[in-house]
């Protein structure tokens, strides 16, 4: 487990995340996006890895986040790339992902994920 200095207050609680509509962050890591997916925080890449599209100004349904410019669809739940059907596309774009908790002072924070 790394250790708790390692993390990134994002000065946002739980409450504070639209689930329909996420915000991005500048990290130490680069730019996030928290998503409220299916109960829990998924913090993922703020811009599409196809051409650099506002990935966080996309379309989300359940665990799936589609960009608004090439229409490209990521699951929020693995990072990889969807086809129109759902599966995983077979090419190797995804999404790079930080670990998300909750502090003691009820904020999110934020730390990188091993590769």
Do not use: N
């Not at 962050?25 to 993922?44: D, H, K, M, N, Q």
């Not at 890449?45 to 090439?70: D, R």
């Not at 596309?89 to 003691?104: W, Y």
């Amino acid at each position: 487990m790394p250790d708790p200095e390692d993390a990134f207050d994002t000065r946002l609680t739980p409450s504070e995340i639209d689930p329909s509509r996420p915000e991005p962050i500048e990290t130490p890591w680069g730019s996030f996006a928290i998503y409220s997916c299916a109960g829990r925080l998924v913090a993922a890449q703020s811009f599409c890895p196809h051409m650099q599209g506002p990935l966080f100004q996309g379309t989300i349904a359940g665990e799936t986040v589609t960009c608004p410019w090439h229409e490209w669809r990521f699951s929020l739940a693995t990072g990889k790339r969807l086809d129109l059907d759902g599966r995983e596309h077979a090419g190797g774009a995804r999404l790079a992902f930080l670990g998300t908790s909750v502090g003691p002072g009820g904020t999110i924070l934020l730390r990188p994920t091993a590769p």
